[in-house]
C-alpha cells in the first residue's frame, strides 16, 4: 500500500494534500492559541502549497515521459522534478521575515514563528514527494519542539547564570547609582547598552548583561531591583 502511495496517482495526490492540510493545521493551531502572527490558516497553506509544488514537479515529469514525450524527446532539454521544491524554500523566507520583530525593550520576538513556518513549508515537500516516514518524524519533531520544549526552555532559562535585563530609569544621570545598586547586590555587569530613543515621560532605557552568583535566582534579583526609586520599568530579555 505504501508503495502504490508512493506513485503519483489520483489516490497519493488527495492523501498527500489531505495530510499537508492536516498537519500544517495541527501546528498552526498551536500558534494561533499564542496569538502568534502566523496562525492555523497560514501554516496550513505554507504546507499545503509546499506539498503542492512537489506534485507539481512530478506531474511535469509523469507529462513529459508520457503524453508529452514525443516533444520532450525532440526538444532534448533536461528536467529537474525538484526545482519547484527549490524555490519553495527560497520563496518562504518572505514570510518569515515578516513574522521577526524587535520590541522597544531590544528583545527579538517571532523567532519560532519563522524556524516552524520553514520547517513546516519543508515537511509540505516532505509530504508532496511521498516521503511518509520522514514526514511522521518531521511533525513531531516539529510539534514537540512548539509544544513541549518551551518549558524545557523556561526551566532551563530560569536556572541559568547569565540574564539580560531592560531598565528603564527616570534619566540617565541615575544610571551610575542603578549599577552601584546592582554590584552591591553581588551582580557582575558583563556590558551595559543605552537605548537613545526616549521612553515616554523623559525616561531613558538601558539594556545589562548579567551574571549571577549561585544564591541569586532571576525572580528575587528583579524583585530586588524593582524597588529602587530610579526605576521606572524592569524586564528580563
Not at 523556561?154 to 552601584?180: C, H, P, Q
Amino acid at each position: 500500500m505504501i508503495g502504490y502511495l508512493r506513485q503519483f496517482n489520483m489516490a497519493s495526490v488527495l492523501l498527500r494534500l489531505t495530510l499537508a492540510v492536516l498537519c500544517g493545521g495541527l501546528i498552526g493551531i498551536n500558534r494561533e492559541h499564542k496569538r502568534r502572527p502566523a496562525g492555523f490558516r497560514t501554516y496550513m497553506m505554507v504546507c499545503m502549497g509546499a506539498a503542492l509544488s512537489m506534485i507539481l514537479g512530478q506531474y511535469e515529469d509523469t507529462m513529459l515521459h508520457t503524453l508529452l514525450s514525443g516533444a520532450f524527446g525532440a526538444v532534448g532539454q533536461p528536467t529537474d522534478v525538484t526545482r519547484f521544491g527549490a524555490q519553495v524554500i527560497n520563496g518562504i523566507g518572505f514570510l518569515g521575515t515578516g513574522t521577526i520583530l524587535i520590541t522597544e525593550q531590544r528583545e527579538v520576538k517571532g523567532l519560532t514563528t519563522a524556524a516552524g513556518l520553514w520547517a513546516t513549508a519543508c515537511m509540505g515537500l516532505a509530504i508532496g514527494a511521498g516521503f511518509y516516514e520522514g514526514v511522521a518524524l518531521s511533525f513531531v519533531c516539529i510539534f514537540l519542539s512548539i509544544k513541549v520544549l518551551p518549558f524545557v526552555e523556561l526551566f532551563l532559562l530560569s536556572r541559568s547564570r547569565n540574564m539580560n535585563l531592560y531598565v528603564e530609569l527616570t534619566s540617565l544621570e541615575r544610571l551610575k547609582d542603578f549599577i552601584a545598586l546592582t554590584k552591591a547586590i553581588g551582580i557582575q555587569i558583563f556590558d551595559v547598552e543605552l537605548d537613545r530613543r526616549r521612553a515616554a515621560g523623559g525616561g531613558v532605557g538601558v539594556v545589562l548583561y548579567l551574571h549571577l552568583p549561585k544564591n541569586q535566582s532571576h525572580t528575587k534579583l528583579l524583585t530586588d531591583l524593582s524597588y529602587s526609586p530610579d526605576v521606572r520599568a524592569i524586564d528580563e530579555i
